[in-house]
């Protein structure tokens, strides 16, 4: 008897068919906004993630040498995948650029609450527009996969920021700050206490005095936001205070304002995120952690060696996504149902599997014997897979050109001419599924 790996999951038929209609709720509502499918491969090389985030990022992957001695890594995250392939085909594709991908990644972490070292999100990236329009569209995404999903506009919040704010009234204190150490304490605020979070500021530069004052600065309102680029009295905060409105009018215009809360706390721990960021959170409160995020990264392609090309993205993770669905009580089902059940009895297996093949062939679920049960034991099947109707073919029943139709929920059933069955039953097509 083996065990599982830690951080690594077995998801039966009952998990999995909640799981495969989230995932497919996520992947229709990105097709409804004209992205087109990727696929992407498991690893990638090692050097890949550090030269974007560092030697230190190894320690998080499942890094190895290959037996070609290549050093490679476990794919713990797709941007920078989606960025080489931009990179590769950058001059063939019509820009925007606008791709979705589902996909587990690994990452060699603490196992906790919504998180595991194998983990499956559907991605969704704009590659090629600067406009907040493009910002909105993903917004707009995200809050409507939500909606779909069967959550109102009081179960989530996106809490929304911009990279350059922070990084701009960093930069307009008299001290030699280090932004990107700064930025991730900002990250790591509402995780730990107010202490450690000043220590934090301090130990990337600001003073005790300017910690206090620049956390003070991140409680502006979004009605108050004039009052950072008076403080900095720079062109950069400027600028980036004007795309934040600017892509919270064009939210309201898409019809997605309301799920947005400035939020100037909020950073992403990332590096490369460059413009508006933002987190979804569970607005009661009861899912502690951050459910999703994405944002703006306008440098990571050039980085990757490819021209100049502005993206945005957002990658909701199902692990964390069915926290916040379980809470407000909209997690699909876990049952399962079959449309049909074929019982055999006697040497009938002909004629059942000729109306098995016709079943199925008009879109329904249908299953039938495989194991010699007796009536009994078929009946006892077909009430475990949940069968709404179970279709009896008997040799009795076949000599007068007719099967029994029994309904599983009533008990009723009927003996109809062979020749009239299926008839006109309903035909769902694969997309109803």
Known sequence: MYDGLKGFRDFYHAEMGPRREVIDTLEATAKRYGFREVGTPAMERTEMYV???????????????????????????????????????????????????????????????????????????????????????????????????????????????HRDILGGLLAAFDADVDSREAIRAVDKSAKIDDEEYHDLLIEAGLSADQATEFDGLLDTDAANLDELIEFAGTDRVEAAVTNLQRVLDVAADFGVREYCTLSLETARGLDYYTGVVFECFDATGEVSRSVFGGGRYDDLIEGFGGQPTPAVGVAPGLAPLSLLLQRADVWPDEGFTTDYYVLQVGDTRDVAAGITRELRERGHIVETDLSGRSFGGQLDYADSINAETVVIVGEQDLEDDAVTVKDMASGDQQQVPLAEFPGDRDRPTFEDF
């Open 51 to 161: 030269d974007k985030s560092g030697e230190e990022i190894v320690e998080e992957l499942y890094a190895f040498e290959d037996k070609g001695g290549r050093e490679v890594s476990l794919t713990p995250e797709l941007t920078p995948t989606v960025a080489r392939m931009v990179v590769a085909k950058q001059q063939e594709l019509s820009k925007p650029i606008k791709w979705v991908s589902t996909r587990p990644f690994w990452r060699y972490e603490q196992v906790q609450q919504g998180r595991f070292r194998e983990f499956y999100q559907t991605n969704v990236d704009v590659f090629g527009s600067a406009e907040p329009e493009a910002d909105a569209e993903v917004l707009a995404f995200a809050a409507d996969a939500l909606t779909n999903l069967g959550l109102t506009g009081e179960a989530f919040e996106f809490r929304v920021s």
